[in-house]
């Protein structure tokens, strides 16, 4: 029986290094940010529906992120329109990467928005990576691009981290160091296998 572990973290805990921790132990993980890239870059599946949605935000690589954040954060219809695009085309992905992984113990499904797109109905278990409010800022601000207006814009999104944590099966710390943090993995790990081989 295959185990579905949801990871889930607000931006900036260190989700994607979590991720590759687990990839290298050997889990599967669909990485649901990654299959979106796909889906909108050069030839991607969702590109002439996000132009059709929100013109003048795709060109010959695909969908520009930048513009269309633009055209969508802060307007609720418009988030909306582009979910009902994009979150389709990304469960269809889900679904073929789960069918080639029918045989592992545990599959884990990254998933930024795990809680608030309701994923959390679909999985086994939840682990939420977090860090320290003031670690998770320093780290976002460090991005190219990223500013404190975007990066507010972007957590009013999200649930808190809190109330994440508190609903979470596993939560994995990232604030102190990677070893701690793969130590927190191999932990998460063998507990689901326990549960996948029992």
């Known amino acids: 029986m295959t185990l579905l572990?949801?990871?889930?973290?607000?931006?900036?805990?260190?989700?994607?290094?979590?991720?590759?921790?687990?990839?290298?132990?050997?889990?599967?993980?669909?990485?649901?940010d990654a299959a979106v890239h796909?889906?909108?870059?050069?030839?991607g599946g969702v590109v002439a529906a996000i132009e059709a949605a929100c013109p003048g935000t795709t060109g010959p690589d695909g969908v520009d992120r930048a513009a269309l954040g633009r055209a969508v954060l802060g307007d609720d219809a418009a988030m909306k329109r582009l979910e009902g695009i994009v979150h389709p085309a990304v469960a269809a992905e889900?679904?073929?990467?789960?069918a080639a992984?029918?045989?592992?113990?545990?599959?884990?499904?990254?998933?930024?928005?795990?809680f608030e797109t309701g994923g959390d109905a679909g999985v086994d278990a939840v682990a939420v990576v977090s860090a320290p409010a003031d670690v998770q800022r320093a780290r976002v601000l460090a991005r190219a691009g990223m500013s404190a207006a975007k990066f507010d814009a972007i957590l009013a999104r999200q649930m808190p981290d809190a109330q994440k944590r508190a609903r979470a099966d596993f939560v994995i710390p990232t604030g102190g160091g990677l070893d701690a943090t793969r130590g927190a993995v191999r932990d998460v790990l063998a507990c689901m296998r326990a549960r996948a081989g029992g």
């Not at 290094?17 to 990485?31: I, L, N, Q, S």
């Not at 889900?94 to 789960?98: I, K, Q």
């Open 38 to 43: 796909r889906l909108q870059g050069p030839g």
């Open 101 to 114: 992984h029918a045989d592992a113990p545990v599959v884990v499904l990254d998933v930024p928005l795990l």
């Open 5 to 32: 572990l949801g990871l889930t973290g607000s931006i900036g805990m260190g989700k994607s290094t979590v991720a590759e921790m687990f990839a290298d132990e050997g889990v599967p993980v669909f990485d649901a």
């Open 94 to 98: 889900r679904t073929d990467f789960l």
